[in-house]
């Protein structure tokens, strides 16, 4: 596969799969578009797919070694040949190896808090469109304390506070594991329990990663 260019969608496929499989059938009917990147044809939902990865230099040297070809422990041969030949490996091996096509998609990630504004911004703005329900998926590289997931969705609600046009849900994915965050109500006192957070084994690892390929 040599020459073969990063392609963006594989992240948004993924992003779909583990929708349809934690949150039901309905997720099906998402189809992959621009502004935002998962989209329901009748508009009824409408879902950014980032990512955020925070740029510290334990995290740059870690990637430097993949690059360089280090070995990654492996109890599956196969598994890693397809990671090898894929140019991917998001969510296998531990979260611990990076696939040379999507180096440019971590490396260039903002750090969380920043991709948010963003994100926040845009959808203010009205920069995707007119749907009745927007999400935010973003994937985060580094892992999260259930606190952190906390203030994270309390940062993101106080930010669109005010506007029109906002996000309703908010997906954080890590390696092993999604969040499902409900923005429509966010109490910084009380610190609801609005988010739902679902187990991703290994094999569903796989069984994502190899379904994003197609």
Not at 98 to 103: A, D, R, S
Not at 114 to 132: L, T
Not at 140 to 163: A, G, N, W
Not at 194 to 207: G, H, L, N, Q
Request: charged content about 30%.
């Amino acid at each position: 596969m040599a020459g073969r260019k990063f392609d963006t969608c594989f992240f948004e496929r993924y992003a779909k799969a583990t929708l349809e499989t934690f949150l039901g059938a309905s997720f099906s009917a998402l189809i992959n578009e621009d502004r935002p990147d998962l989209q329901m044809p009748d508009r009824s939902l409408g879902i950014e797919v980032t990512r955020a990865m925070e740029p510290r230099k334990d995290v740059a040297q870690e990637l430097l070694r993949e690059m360089a070809g280090a070995e990654s422990p492996s109890d599956d041969h196969e598994e890693m040949s397809r990671i090898l030949e894929s140019g991917y490996g998001y969510g296998l091996q531990d979260g611990k190896y990076i696939g040379h096509l999507e180096y440019e998609y971590w490396k260039l990630a903002l750090p969380l808090r920043r991709i948010i504004e963003s994100k926040v911004g845009k959808v203010g703005a009205g920069f995707y469109g007119d749907f009745q329900e927007y999400g935010l998926y973003i994937f985060c590289k580094d892992h999260l304390s259930e606190e952190e997931v906390i203030l994270t969705m309390e940062y993101t609600s106080d930010l669109q506070r005010h506007l029109d046009l906002k996000y309703s849900k908010m997906y954080l994915s890590l390696i092993d594991r999604l969040y499902v965050c409900d923005l429509s109500y966010v109490d910084t006192l009380t610190h609801p329990t609005r988010c739902t957070s679902f187990s991703i084994t290994r094999k569903m690892c796989k069984d994502f990663f190899l379904k994003s390929l197609d």
